[in-house]
């Protein structure tokens, strides 16, 4: 018999804005815990529902269901303005976010200090990453050097000012001595935060427990990841990445719960490719081609609102995707966004310094300098976006699919192709 399912790890398996957040919206109805494990307010997942949109940054996607927990997981870093933001645009739209999400305890907190220090990081010339401006890397990197400032430190009056003020005192010296600007007040931001933590209180708890009764009490999970696989601190295009563990194994470390427990990984793919920031791109499209598909697929950030940049499906990074992050199965979103292509690549190989390579290997230079090696597949010519089921694809939709998941070697399990909840087909196994 058929393993129940009750605990799913979704990641985007390229470099982001896969189109996880409808996707986690769709899988959000069989569950009843959705959890964000890494990451900040720099993720944009964007939903649609009739005709609402809404992008959430902090808050899982599953916030919209009525009955769902949400929880943001202990390897989350917050920003407790943009939480309270985004709570307050929930309530706005009828949702009441007080009932339906809980928020680590141990989760890192993001201060103004990070995210100047991560502004005027991005200022320089040399060695910008095109980070979200979020504070999201300067905010880990305190996590790691043990000086950061937890969401249950902020509660400890005492703990908290002492902590405030070792912070304030090492960043104003960098501030002021190597950028040359002003420094920040512990007064004020400790009484700023203090109200913060005022309001937070009833979502502030020790979510590992909760999380691991919910598993103990048979209930399901849905751990939804942010950014992508190649924006993983690891495992992705370094230094080029965000600042945390985007990939699957992220999960149990950012939410607390074991490897043994874990029943099933899935990825997001996009037909193509898009990366925001800075960093190599090896399946990346001349302009012309760029402008179209930027367009055709609206490829604009949803948190910062910066063009995107747009290429070919690369199948030699999501193979690898699909192998640190012990994938079963893809959903490829956006494959309408291609309609209108007479021919279409993948990427299947790349070539460097005379050498053939089916990896992804870490040879500094390695993604910047290799020429990537191409099959063409002929497009289908035919708008697909009102297709609802599989089998009524054009011919060379599917066989596109088919192949994108014998290259990526795991199973492919919905296709997409609009922004909709109905514009979402089970994949067949048969071209
Ligand atoms: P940071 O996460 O703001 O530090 O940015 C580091 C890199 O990750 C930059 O290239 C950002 O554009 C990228 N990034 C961060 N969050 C996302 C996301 O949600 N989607 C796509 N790219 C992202």
Redesign the pocket.
Known sequence: MAKKIRTTILV?AQ???EGKGKVIDILTEDVDFVVRYQ??N???HTVVIGDDKYVLHLIPSGILHEGKQCVIGNGVVVDPLALLEEISFLKEKGIDAGKRLKVSDRAHVIFPYHRKL?ELREVRKKGR??????G??PCYADKVSRVGIRMADLFDEAYFRERLKLNIDEKNAILKNLYGVPGFSVEVIFDEYRRYAASLKNFVCDTNELINKALSDGRSILFEG???TF?DVDYGTYP????SNSTAGGACTGAGIGPSRIDRVLGVVKAYTT?????PFPTEFNESMMDKIRKKGNEF?S??G?A?RCGWFDAVLVRNSVIINGIDSVIITKLDVLDDEKKIKICIGYRYKGKKYVTFPAIPGFLENCVPLYEEHPGWMEQTSDVTSYGDLPLAARKYIQRIGELAGCGVMLVSVGKSRDQTMACGKKV
């Open positions: 985007g470099w982001g804005d990451g900040g720099n993720a944009g991560d990453i095109g980070t979200t401006k979020r999201i890397g942010a950014q992508g924006l080029y990445v965000t600042s990366r925001v920031g800075e960093g950030g948190t910062t910066r995107r």
